[in-house]
Structures are given as structure tokens and as C-alpha cells.
Nanobody, 115 residues
């Protein structure tokens, strides 16, 4: 199993970014996918997750209405569209999947929201 995040960077408050997570090594369409984040000095927290076919999503209260998780099972990719970014969204964002009873993480992509 391999998860590779991309799309992070520096953005001003109020701006947008789209993160991508390319998955390989397993049957992507069979599994729920999640995005987590970890800010400096804080614990890792769940941002959003999406069911296998994308029919159901779940969001942390802090990002509801601003972030959208989606997936393209044909491309084995899950996305996180982040709008109206705030300084408190600054964190390393990680892609996550439970496959065969084991938990897998990508290496993360850094999002910095600053003027």
C-alpha cells in the first residue's frame, strides 16, 4: 500500500488549495479514505473521510462548509478541496486508509496559511 499526497503550499488567508492523494497497492474502490492533519504542537486530527463509492462524507466541525472531500476511483485518487483557508488550518495533511486490518499513512503535505 502506498499513499502519496501532493498539492500543499503557502496560501494567504481566504485562499484555496486542492490536495490530492494518489493510492496504489490495493483495490482503492473497496475502501473508505480519510484526510488527517497535524498542526505544530498538536495531536493529529481527522479532517474528513469518504465512503468507498463516495456516497457519504464526514467532516470535522472546524472545516464544515469550507472543505470538500471527493474521490475518483478510476484514478485511485482522493482529493481535499480547501476553501476560505484560515491560519489555524496550517498543518501537515495526511492521507489515511485501513486496508486488510492495517492502517496506512502517506508522508504528508504541508499547508501553510499566512499573509
Amino acid at each position: 500500500v502506498k499513499l502519496v499526497e501532493s498539492g500543499g503550499g503557502l496560501v494567504q488567508p481566504g485562499g484555496s488549495l486542492r490536495l490530492s492523494c494518489a493510492a496504489s497497492g490495493f483495490t482503492f474502490s473497496w475502501y473508505r479514505m480519510s484526510w488527517y492533519r497535524q498542526a505544530p504542537g498538536k495531536e493529529r486530527e481527522l479532517v474528513a473521510n469518504i465512503t468507498r463509492a463516495g456516497g457519504s462524507t464526514n467532516y470535522a466541525d472546524s472545516v464544515k462548509g469550507r472543505f470538500t472531500i471527493s474521490r475518483d476511483n478510476a484514478k485511485n485518487t482522493v482529493y481535499l478541496q480547501m476553501n476560505s483557508l484560515k491560519s489555524e488550518d496550517t498543518a501537515v495533511y495526511y492521507c489515511n486508509a485501513w486496508v486488510g486490518g492495517m492502517e496506512y499513512w502517506g508522508k504528508g503535505t504541508l499547508v501553510t496559511v499566512s499573509s
